[in-house]
């Protein structure tokens, strides 16, 4: 049985064994710490994404109200549903214990808030009386129940308490003014509530009533499954969801008389990480980037681990007639076992502290590419599983040693009869082939990444984002848009300016589905979903989208309000082979078709392109588009700024770049790009350690050979070539079983993208090209150190 003092005692003799072999002990702490680092990193970010919106209290019982709607051939699935779905929940389902509906959040750009003589800008929405009961948002001031209960209230955050009242106390009871495009209102401050954290896909400055919505939007008579609103409840305890959604699925026909849609729950917490569905199946959505992270840290652990085993099995070979003394002194098994074990156990503790010193240290780089707010906490869980990783660690790199030769007996480990066995050298190329593998995988799928991602932002879309400014019409701006829009255009730098309802990215669906377009041919059994989008004149200029067939909207045609333009796949999805003239009903109404547009993507490039439909109505436009000259944006966007202070004061001018919002479509795409690029590096960097020991430990342990070799006429290049030719042979076959599985992996994501670049053989001539370099780079230093040493010296002591 062990004691204290043998347990010192191994400890001492591990110590001063890492010690005198410093190359050895190095090579292995870097390694394994930069292992460790990643994986720390990528432990950090993964529990962060699965920790999303988990924090609410009755996290199992709340539940979003999500809808399947009918279109053509395909299901489309939302979470987009009626006014009154609230009131029908609760009066339908006793399952249901609290409703909340809310506008969308996409809805809102800025509100403008006053209190006093002070006036700013703010992100806030409209929600139901019983919000705070559903989400575990925390009230600083005020009741759950109270806060929100008439159409004069208003719920801020402490942040904005603090930049308007000084102290959240101090909020409670003011009147704060609101304005959003054309509407204001004056609000009693009846409750503060703390800053929404990080980890929360909602987040809001301040929460009006939906009561003061439907003031500004009375509920319409007409009930619908669907709809632009958010809703949720809360299920009673024991309530069982599959039975709930058995009656959500009839719902839709009982209650709103649509045959069309079918009404179901999803948990809410769920939306964050699985949020694609594909023709009403769900598929993922960021649990996939998840996944694949969590993968990727335990393959670059595993990398470091090699590293580590391969050494110290590659150094323990070495040890044989220190095993023989030991054992020939009387040392046991056990003994020997554990002290083996000491050393690999120390070093793996040594490789943990210094990963946390480095995390520590990198944490601040990692959160500017993450867009995140970690911080160096230990969990209990990511405690564990880090000091679980270590001890194993450090267990396997000193099993063989310890396990292996330890059962000799002294007289042949003494006698040195124990050479690298054929298995064990197997065993070892191996895993370089392994380490090599993933490198290879890695390389080839950040190259095909970033050209995707260059493909994404250098297509042609059908229309000119850049340049192209968009900013909410508020107050005046909303009253009196006309006159605003033709000031607009004359300002210095301004190109073209007009409005539109919504931007042209990612724009809503219309309401209902394809049943409510109809034309002359059509089958009454297609149910074409189409995207349209209210605009106003000058629109399709702005924007410079392509018109193929007819004209634009024009002021000199007179009234436009009945004409509309279709895209190209619109078009192909009416079967209209001359479409200029022909009338269309939209939700009743006779419309004309006056021009047919070149596809372009208002949808991201993961999606094919839809039908579309384009229709003048300038009162429904919400949003002023401005194309701004080329080079002179900064200057322009100052002069629209005071234009906008003096045609619309007390307001402030928020605007957004365009082609700012085309690249957030693709922030996962940027984010897995810009991670594995570095975890790439840090896996050839971890790699080439262990190959460079691993070249080390061959010169050392062939020192003889090339001293005899060169005394009988081999020559430096031949030396080298001789210790190359073994590591380069395995960096080939790995790239051999790497390519095809690269292939394959690219092949998949690239499936993702409706648009995407073709696999190309130049990306794998690059990545072969390049492992080849990278190898002869590691391992050249330590061959022709081996090559140049004289003869006389390498033979010595032989």
């Given at each position: 049985?062990?004691?204290?003092?043998?347990?010192?005692?191994?400890?001492?003799?591990?110590?001063?064994?890492?010690?005198?072999?410093?190359?050895?002990?190095?090579?292995?702490?870097?390694?394994l710490s930069t292992g460790l680092v990643c994986a720390l990193l990528i432990c950090f970010w993964v529990s962060d994404e699965v920790g999303f919106d988990k924090f609410h209290e009755k996290d199992n019982r709340l539940y979003e109200v999500m809808i399947h709607?009918?279109?053509?051939?395909?299901?489309?699935?939302?979470?987009?549903?009626?006014?009154?779905?609230?009131?029908?929940?609760?009066?339908?389902?006793?399952?249901?214990?609290?409703?909340?509906?809310?506008?969308?959040?996409?809805?809102?750009?800025?509100?403008?808030?006053?209190?006093?003589?002070?006036?700013?800008?703010?992100?806030?929405?409209?929600?139901?009386?019983?919000?705070?009961?559903?989400?575990?948002?925390?009230?600083?001031?005020?009741?759950?129940?109270?806060?929100?209960?008439?159409?004069?209230?208003?719920?801020?955050?402490?942040?904005?308490?603090?930049?308007?009242?000084?102290?959240?106390?101090?909020?409670?009871?003011?009147?704060?003014?609101?304005?959003?495009?054309?509407?204001?209102?004056?609000?009693?401050?009846?409750?503060?509530?703390?800053?929404?954290?990080?980890?929360?896909?909602?987040?809001?400055?301040?929460?009006?009533?939906?009561?003061?919505?439907?003031?500004?939007?009375?509920?319409?008579?007409?009930?619908?499954?669907?709809?632009?609103?958010?809703?949720?409840?809360?299920?009673?305890?024991?309530?069982?969801?599959?039975?709930?959604?058995?009656?959500?699925?009839?719902?839709?026909?009982?209650?709103?008389?649509?045959?069309?849609?079918?009404?179901?729950?999803?948990?809410?917490?769920?939306?964050?990480?699985?949020?694609?569905?594909?023709?009403?199946?769900?598929?993922?959505?960021?649990?996939?980037?998840?996944?694949?992270?969590?993968?990727?840290?335990?393959?670059?652990?595993?990398?470091?681990?090699?590293?580590?085993?391969?050494?110290?099995?590659?150094?323990?070979?070495?040890?044989?007639?220190?095993?023989?003394?030991?054992?020939?002194?009387?040392?046991?098994?056990?003994?020997?076992?554990?002290?083996?074990?000491?050393?690999?156990?120390?070093?793996?503790?040594?490789?943990?502290?210094?990963?946390?010193?480095?995390?520590?240290?990198?944490?601040?780089?990692?959160?500017?590419?993450?867009?995140?707010?970690?911080?160096?906490?230990?969990?209990?869980?990511?405690?564990?599983?880090?000091?679980?990783?270590?001890?194993?660690?450090?267990?396997?790199?000193?099993?063989?040693?310890?396990?292996?030769?330890?059962?000799?007996?002294?007289?042949?480990?003494?006698?040195?009869?124990?050479?690298?066995?054929?298995?064990?050298?197997?065993?070892?190329?191996?895993?370089?082939?392994?380490?090599?593998?993933?490198?290879?995988?890695?390389?080839?799928?950040?190259?095909?990444?970033?050209?995707?991602?260059?493909?994404?932002?250098?297509?042609?879309?059908?229309?000119?984002?850049?340049?192209?400014?968009?900013?909410?019409?508020?107050?005046?701006?909303?009253?009196?848009?006309?006159?605003?829009?033709?000031?607009?255009?004359?300002?210095?730098?301004?190109?073209?300016?007009?409005?539109?309802?919504?931007?042209?990215?990612?724009?809503?669906?219309?309401?209902?589905?394809?049943?409510?377009?109809?034309?002359?041919?059509?089958?009454?059994?297609?149910?074409?979903?189409?995207?349209?989008?209210?605009?106003?004149?000058?629109?399709?200029?702005?924007?410079?989208?392509?018109?193929?067939?007819?004209?634009?909207?024009?002021?000199?045609?007179?009234?436009?309000?009945?004409?509309?333009?279709?895209?190209?796949?619109?078009?192909?999805?009416?079967?209209?082979?001359?479409?200029?003239?022909?009338?269309?009903?939209?939700?009743?109404?006779?419309?004309?078709?006056?021009?047919?547009?070149?596809?372009?993507?208002?949808?991201?490039?993961?999606?094919?392109?839809?039908?579309?439909?384009?229709?003048?109505?300038?009162?429904?436009?919400?949003?002023?588009?401005?194309?701004?000259?080329?080079?002179?944006?900064?200057?322009?966007?100052?002069?629209?700024?005071?234009?906008?202070?003096?045609?619309?004061?007390?307001?402030?001018?928020?605007?957004?770049?365009?082609?700012?919002?085309?690249?957030?479509?693709?922030?996962?795409?940027?984010?897995?790009?810009?991670?594995?690029?570095?975890?790439?590096?840090?896996?050839?960097?971890?790699?080439?350690?262990?190959?460079?020991?691993?070249?080390?430990?061959?010169?050392?342990?062939?020192?003889?050979?090339?001293?005899?070799?060169?005394?009988?006429?081999?020559?430096?290049?031949?030396?080298?070539?001789?210790?190359?030719?073994?590591?380069?042979?395995?960096?080939?076959?790995?790239?051999?079983?790497?390519?095809?599985?690269?292939?394959?992996?690219?092949?998949?994501?690239?499936?993702?993208?409706?648009?995407?670049?073709?696999?190309?053989?130049?990306?794998?001539?690059?990545?072969?090209?390049?492992?080849?370099?990278?190898?002869?780079?590691?391992?050249?230093?330590?061959?022709?150190?081996?090559?140049?040493?004289?003869?006389?010296?390498?033979?010595?002591?032989?």
């Open positions: 049985m062990l004691n204290p003092y043998m347990l010192l005692n191994y400890n001492k003799t591990a110590w001063r064994y890492l010690l005198k072999n410093k190359q050895f002990t190095l090579l292995n702490l870097l390694g709607e009918q279109a053509g051939n395909q299901i489309a699935t939302s979470n987009a549903t009626g006014d009154h779905m609230m009131e029908t929940l609760l009066k339908d389902l006793p399952e249901v214990e609290a409703a909340v509906m809310t506008t969308p959040a996409s809805w809102f750009q800025k509100f403008s808030l006053t209190a006093g003589n002070k006036t700013m800008s703010a992100g806030g929405n409209f929600v139901s009386q019983d919000y705070f009961k559903a989400f575990s948002f925390a009230l600083i001031h005020g009741q759950k129940d109270q806060v929100l209960r008439d159409k004069n209230s208003i719920a801020i955050s402490r942040k904005l308490a603090v930049q308007f009242f000084r102290k959240p106390e101090l909020a409670v009871g003011k009147i704060l003014e609101w304005k959003w495009q054309a509407f204001s209102g004056k609000c009693m401050v009846t409750g503060v509530f703390e800053d929404f954290p990080a980890n929360s896909s909602q987040q809001h400055d301040f929460l009006l009533s939906m009561d003061a919505w439907n003031q500004i939007v009375p509920k319409g008579d007409v009930r619908t499954s669907s709809g632009p609103f958010d809703n949720f409840v809360v299920l009673k305890e024991g309530a069982d969801i599959g039975r709930v959604n058995q009656k959500m699925a009839g719902l839709a026909k009982t209650a709103f008389n649509d045959s069309t849609s079918t009404l179901f729950l999803r948990k809410y917490s769920d939306a964050y990480l699985y949020g694609n569905y594909e023709n009403g199946i769900q598929v993922g959505g960021k649990i996939t980037y998840v996944r694949l992270f969590a993968g990727i840290a335990v393959l670059i652990l595993v990398i470091a681990c090699i590293n580590f085993m391969n050494l110290s099995t590659a150094k323990a070979s070495m040890r044989m007639k220190e095993v023989g003394v030991k054992k020939a002194l009387g040392a046991r098994r056990s003994t020997l076992v554990f002290q083996f074990l000491s050393e690999s156990l120390l070093m793996s503790f040594l490789a943990l502290l210094v990963a946390i010193l480095l995390t520590w240290m990198l944490l601040p780089q990692f959160n500017a590419i993450t867009g995140k707010s970690l911080s160096l906490h230990f969990d209990l869980k990511i405690a564990l599983l880090t000091l679980t990783a270590s001890i194993i660690t450090g267990l396997l790199a000193g099993s063989y040693p310890a396990f292996h030769l330890s059962r000799f007996k002294p007289a042949i480990t003494l006698k040195g009869g124990l050479a690298s066995s054929f298995g064990e050298l197997m065993i070892r190329k191996g895993l370089v082939i392994f380490q090599f593998t993933v490198s290879v995988v890695f390389i080839v799928s950040v190259m095909v990444v970033y050209r995707q991602i260059s493909y994404l932002q250098e297509k042609n879309l059908g229309y000119d984002k850049d340049n192209v400014v968009y900013f909410e019409m508020n107050g005046r701006v909303a009253e009196q848009r006309e006159s605003f829009l033709s000031q607009l255009k004359s300002v210095s730098g301004v190109v073209n300016a007009s409005s539109i309802q919504q931007k042209i990215i990612l724009p809503a669906m219309m309401p209902g589905n394809g049943g409510g377009v109809r034309w002359d041919g059509k089958n009454a059994d297609d149910k074409i979903r189409f995207f349209r989008m209210p605009v106003n004149y000058d629109l399709i200029e702005t924007m410079d989208i392509k018109i193929l067939e007819g004209r634009s909207f024009s002021k000199s045609y007179g009234n436009e309000a009945a004409s509309i333009i279709l895209n190209e796949a619109a078009v192909k999805a009416m079967e209209l082979s001359d479409p200029i003239g022909k009338t269309v009903m939209i939700g009743g109404q006779e419309r004309h078709i006056v021009g047919v547009s070149k596809n372009f993507h208002f949808n991201s490039l993961h999606e094919a392109i839809r039908p579309f439909i384009l229709y003048i109505s300038p009162a429904e436009t919400m949003l002023v588009m401005a194309k701004l000259a080329a080079s002179q944006e900064k200057e322009t966007i100052e002069k629209i700024r005071n234009f906008h202070k003096q045609f619309n004061p007390g307001y402030s001018f928020d605007y957004r770049f365009l082609d700012h919002d085309y690249q957030a479509q693709y922030a996962s795409e940027q984010l897995v790009g810009q991670l594995a690029k570095y975890f790439a590096i840090l896996t050839i960097i971890i790699s080439c350690l262990g190959l460079f020991g691993l070249a080390a430990f061959t010169a050392d342990r062939r020192r003889q050979e090339i001293g005899i070799r060169k005394v009988l006429g081999a020559t430096v290049h031949n030396v080298v070539a001789m210790l190359t030719k073994d590591f380069l042979l395995l960096v080939l076959i790995a790239t051999a079983i790497a390519f095809p599985l690269a292939w394959w992996l690219m092949d998949q994501w690239l499936q993702n993208f409706a648009y995407h670049i073709p696999m190309t053989f130049g990306v794998f001539a690059i990545t072969g090209l390049l492992m080849i370099l990278i190898t002869f780079a590691t391992i050249g230093y330590q061959s022709l150190k081996a090559a140049l040493m004289n003869p006389t010296d390498s033979l010595k002591g032989y």
